[in-house]
């Protein structure tokens, strides 16, 4: 069961600008902490963004900080990352998740986990020129 819809992959260049989309089809987002996450080529999961509902703070890695946004529309029942200035080190497959909000205390911690409730099916990026 699809439980979210992830759109905005592809191949982009140093430099420019990208942004994903994750809506949740089966759930409502309202309730959960929401996050980003990603696997490069023979690498671990890496959290890369994530965010509280509750006061939207948020928590980046800091290969992203600076460059990377990531943002949340409950009405629209979607999340977002927008990705200025990739770099080719940000090649990866990119995975939206949530989870409860009640399992978590800050977006950090949501960063570090990686046994979520909810998954994406996952969207690769490709930074090259």
């Known amino acids: 069961q699809v439980e979210f819809v992830e759109s905005g992959g592809g191949l982009v260049q140093p430099g420019g600008s990208l942004r994903l989309s994750c809506a949740g089809s089966t759930f409502s987002l309202e309730n959960y902490a929401v996050g980003w996450f990603r696997q490069a080529p023979g690498k671990e999961l890496e959290g890369v963004a994530c965010?509280?509902?509750?006061?939207?703070?948020?928590h980046y890695a800091d290969s992203v900080k600076g460059r990377f946004t990531v943002s949340r529309d409950n009405a629209k029942n979607t999340m977002y990352l927008q990705m200025n200035s990739p770099e080719p080190e940000d090649t990866a497959v990119y995975y939206c998740g949530a989870d409860p909000a009640h399992y978590v205390s800050t977006a950090q911690a949501m960063c570090a986990r990686r046994h979520l409730e909810r998954w994406g099916q996952g969207t690769r990026i490709t930074v090259s020129s």
């Open positions: 965010m509280m509902n509750s006061d939207g703070s948020t």
